[in-house]
């Protein structure tokens, strides 16, 4: 836990999980100045705690916060903070393969006011959990083309609070027709492809990794730079661009698009079943052992448990 108050940080500490007290005039509470980020760490195959990519975390975060009006967290605090709470959680990690320790870092007004107003008084905590692993059965996907989670010049880039809970409704809509997320599209036509909402989305298309370009509504997942980064030293053609839902339309009917998945800390990589375009029901190839996003997910699972060379400086080790 660290407070920003006076204009400054203070010297964070380390105190048993509990409940904290809060006042009901507390501004994030009303004005929504709330920003997460979600990560994990992992026992590595030799028994060292890797802490995933934290500078990057580090860096949206600081993104998020700026967006939000909100002070920074300096990166070296944020990923000192970490290293210590981390190590002293050592024995939550779990060791079985696939599990992990999910760690969730946030930030928010502290401040007891009525009016409307950016507040002087930040608290950035960091809670941990230990998590199973995640079962990525494929997704059943509804093309929104109604409701949007974000616009452009929104928040949609930013990891904040509010960006959930303006999501719940349509995705419940979502449910209550029988699929398990929506894929977003943009506010102005609903044509293009934005992201899953908890995940950024990719496509194969003829052989081409394809995933919409960032915009100021798509969250700029560290996933979907890992993905990329990985495809293109396994040799992959990689497309950032827009990607129209009538091209993915055409392509599931055609054949051209043989994999589509989600990528995201929670899941990696997550297997799409099918994606209902204009009311229909268009099925997604069944992602077989030569996939790409098999052979993709398994590289990412070798360099964070140190069985292949972590070439990009990935891991964050404690040993
Ligand atoms: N988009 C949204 C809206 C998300 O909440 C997440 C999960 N953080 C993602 C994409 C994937 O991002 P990452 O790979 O950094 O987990």
Redesign the pocket.
Known sequence: VADFKDGKWHEPTIVPYGDMLMSPAMLSLHYGQAVF???KAFWTSDKNINIFRPAR?AQ?FNRSLNRMCMPEVPEEMFVQSLHALIELDKDWIPTSEGSSFYIRPFMFAYEARLGVKVADHFKFIIINSPVAAYQAKPYRLKVEDHYV?TAEGGT?FA?CAG??GGAFYPTQIAREEGFDQILWTDHKEHKYID??????VMFVINGTLVTPQLNTA?????????ILTLAKDMGMKIEERRVSIDEIEAGLKSGAVTEAFG????AVVAPIALINIKGQDLAVPEAGPSSFQLRVKEKLNNIRMGKEADTHQWNYIIP
């Open positions: 980020e979600g990560m975390h949206r989670r949609g990891k960006n959930y992201e899953v909402g908890m995940m950024n798509i969250l700029d997942g560290i996933t979907r730079d890992t990528t995201g800390t929670a």
